[in-house]
């Protein structure tokens, strides 16, 4: 993937976007379970109360509170605190009254503004501790015997519920308390402030006391809370949504734009591969490499960049937040971690070397596929339809049993991961229920670990997940990269060279050999070769002699491994390419046209040729009569391949094709060996004139073909073995004496 970074470069803005929106979603998502977390603790438990400092409370209860305060709490509160009646004003002009609609004729104490949070909750303490003490009071051997002396009631098991607290029956203790022993009391504030957790829950509920008592209307308060709390969420989880929507947009946009880049600069590539590169690469493996690989490249980015950059945002932040609610129970989460990883290590251990060979099988696929629908005729015709078909099904049958393989070893992977996240949410319940019974979690808390919990989970799976991606990804990188990195190793010279116009035509091949890559011996050795223009040369020779190899070598198709190829009096690599092409009119060994009628193909060569030149090549190529014979005429539509049109046909066609772009040198290698005695006779009478100063190559296995060449030349094993004309090598060159005593009749010879 590293290596393809140069492709990325362009969509740098838009990944750090997408990251950038990952961390708004990863924000949003994370923040979710602590809101409601809050509507759960707050909302529902606290009647929405947030705080354990009241705004405001009756003077009656502000002084029965202070009995169980400290002195440094009194003054904490009085500095706190303002007295106003129910005719006084709040400061935006609201009366008191309207508010508190039961404030007394007492009035009622108001929290001040502006106190610091440190302030707050040490208000909130002394309201918490002083409702403990109050509680310690009443269980008190003395307020139990005193209260039955009184003929007053106690609670029947000596405790009291702070749900419901009647505030008048409270008030109503207060002359018989502060007839209590002071060292009572005294004794309550000591033992509430040793044993102060349940301080903050003891704070809201006297504040909810408080409340009602002041006339609040405790529904509406605590639905208040929720609503408010619910927009919140609201708008958090749709700013979460819609960056959601957003990165999904950018990844999508930069994945099909990378893979379209990719393909492009594949083609571009391989169309300038020349012929060694073909020979590294197979064709089916080059498709492979442009449609599927770049596709996995794809899929990599577009769903890489949420895992690879939301996972471990979320994972991390995940671990911060559930600690955060409860520190104790973090052992939970690892225990979860631990196996959802040892889970994916298996899975992957197993799956990976399978998910790596999937690109060679596909290519297995391909090639078998390409080969077998390219041949079909041939199979057909020796009857191999079977061995094909079973060729097919084998790579077919491996790519299947790969896929169902990894499927299978998938779909166990999904029922355990669930396993897993149920087993801890139940593990969670249990053990946060043993924690909310000892009250040192809350319920709106334990959900929230819940959450966060399988926020974690589900984000170590992810960064599991793009263990398979990644190998993955990075075998189909690689191998788009190996096309992306292979330099043509013909190329345009820096400094080409001009032709020299008084050689024009002329084609030499000096003391030339050559090798193919990888073969082990030479398939050319030490050519000397020369056809000048207005003649024609010949080349005859057993296949495999290396006639077509000698030919590929002017027109640059590869280059001479020692020795030089000259064209017009220049080194062939010291020229353009295209010029040099444009000099040559190639006709190959196998015809092959491409889609569009004739016409098109005909003017291949030149978006500028004519039609008259259309119609002088096709006539010089004998391709008139039967192009005639089409009631499209020209406009006749070649199939792909040009399967709809005989062999010798296409042929002429590929002959009118090199003729219509006017070369100073034509090659015909082997392209006369399916036409029929009259019309290769033909076609040469007609070539001969029209080629009249041109230089004509000719390659042929037919004797009576070149008879009447100027010059031919009989290669043997990639040698030239004789050169001379017909008779002249009749007489001298053994080779040629046997090609030609098979093919003629005595009397010929
Ligand atoms: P001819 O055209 O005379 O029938 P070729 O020039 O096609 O023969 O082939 C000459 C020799 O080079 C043969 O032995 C053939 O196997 C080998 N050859 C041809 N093309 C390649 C190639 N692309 N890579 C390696 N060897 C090749
Ligand atoms: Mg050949």
């Known amino acids: ?117 440190e302030t707050i909750s040490e208000i909130e303490n002394a309201f918490g501790t002083a409702t403990l003490a109050l509680i310690n009071v009443m269980q008190s051997d003395e307020f139990g015997s005193a209260m039955s002396q009184n003929g007053g009631q106690s609670s029947p098991d000596g405790s009291m519920s702070l749900e419901d607290v009647d505030v008048a029956q409270m008030y109503a203790m207060k002359d018989f308390i502060l007839s209590m022993p002071s060292e009572v009391i005294e004794n309550a504030i000591a033992d509430a402030a040793n044993n102060s957790s349940l301080a903050s829950q003891c704070a809201i509920t006297i504040t909810g006391a408080f409340y009602t008592e002041l006339g609040v209307d405790m529904g509406a308060y605590e639905m208040n809370y929720i609503v408010k709390i619910g927009a919140v969420m609201l708008l958090i989880a749709l700013i979460g949504g819609v960056s959601t929507v957003m990165v999904n947009f950018i990844s999508t946009r930069i994945g099909t734009a990378l893979a379209r880049n990719l393909r492009k600069e594949i083609f571009s590539k391989v169309a300038g591969f020349s012929n060694s590169e073909f020979d590294k690469f197979s064709t089916a493996s080059l498709v492979t490499r442009s449609t599927n690989d770049v596709m996995q490249i794809q899929v990599l980015l577009t769903m890489g960049i949420r895992m690879m950059f939301y996972a471990p945002i979320m994972g991390i932040g995940g671990i911060i937040m559930a600690v955060n609610k409860s520190l104790s129970m973090s052992w939970i989460i690892a225990i979860a971690v631990v196996s959802i990883v040892g889970l994916m290590l298996v899975i992957f251990s197993v799956t990976l070397p399978k998910f790596k060979s999937m690109q060679k099988l596909v290519d297995r696929l391909n090639l078998v596929a390409r080969e077998t629908l390219n041949g079909l005729m041939v199979v057909r015709a020796f009857g191999r339809e079977d061995f094909e078909k079973n060729r097919f099904n084998k790579a077919n049958d491996n790519l299947t049993d790969t896929n169902l393989f990894v499927s299978r070893v998938m779909a166990v992977m999904m029922p355990a991961m669930t396993l897993i996240m149920n087993g801890l949410s ?25 959450q966060y919990a399988m926020h974690v989970v589900m984000s170590f799976m992810f960064i599991s997940m ?89 027109p640059r198709f ?24 444009s000099k040559i009119g190639y006709v190959p060994q196998k015809s092959v046209l491409m889609t569009g009628n004739i016409a098109t193909n005909i003017a291949y060569g030149d978006d500028n040729i004519s039609e008259e030149q259309i119609k002088t090549a096709a006539k010089v190529a004998q391709a008139e009569s039967f192009i005639n014979e089409k009631p499209e005429g020209y406009e006749y539509e070649i199939a792909q391949g040009g399967s709809n049109v005989s062999g010798g046909q296409r042929q ?38 029209h080629t009249a100063d041109g230089t004509v190559i000719i390659v042929a296995q037919r004797v009576s073909t070149i008879m009447n060449a100027d010059r031919i030349y009989v290669i043997d094993n990639g040698r030239i073995v004789g050169e001379g004309t017909h008779k002249e090598l009749l007489k001298n060159c053994r080779e040629y004496y046997e090609i030609a005593s098979s093919q003629l009749s005595q009397s010929e010879l």
């Open 1 to 117: 993937m590293i290596k393809l970074r140069k492709y990325l470069k362009p969509f740098f803005a838009g990944i750090l976007a997408a990251i950038a929106l990952l961390f708004v979603q990863a924000f949003c998502d994370l923040s979710l379970p602590n809101y409601m977390s809050d509507i759960v603790n707050v909302g529902i438990q606290q009647k929405g109360i947030e705080s354990g400092a009241p705004e405001a409370v009756s003077a009656d209860g502000f002084e029965f509170a202070q009995i169980f305060m400290n002195d440094r709490q009194k003054a904490l509160l009085s500095d706190s605190y303002t007295l106003v009646s129910a005719t006084d004003t709040d400061p935006s002009g609201k009366l008191y009254s309207e508010t508190y609609k039961s404030i007394g004729e007492n009035g009622a104490y108001i929290l001040n503004s502006g106190l610091s949070d």
């Open 426 to 450: 139940i593990l969670i319940i249990w053990v946060g229920a043993k924690y909310i019974d000892r009250s040192a979690l809350q319920v709106g808390d334990m959900m929230a670990y819940m």
């Open 466 to 554: 793009i263990f398979i991606f990644v190998p993955r990804a990075s075998v189909a990188a690689g191998r788009i990269y190996d096309v992306l990195s292979t330099e043509p190793k013909i190329t345009n010279p820096e400094s080409p060279a001009e032709f020299v116009p008084s050689k024009k035509g002329l084609v030499e091949i000096k003391n030339v050999s050559f090798k193919y890559d990888g073969a082990d011996g030479y398939a050319l050795e030490n050519i000397n070769f020369t056809a000048k223009p207005g003649q024609t040369t010949a080349i005859i020779g057993a296949t495999g002699s290396g006639k077509s190899t000698l030919i590929s070598l002017i």
């Open 558 to 581: 590869y280059d001479a491994t020692e020795g030089e190829v000259l064209v017009n009096g220049v080194n062939v690599r010291d020229v353009n390419m295209k010029e040099l092409r």
């Open 652 to 689: 002429r066609l590929a002959i009118a094709r090199a003729l219509a772009i006017n070369p100073d040198i034509f090659i015909f290698d082997d392209s006369f060996s399916a036409l029929d005695f009259k019309t290769d006779a033909a076609l040469r009478a007609a070539l001969r004139q």
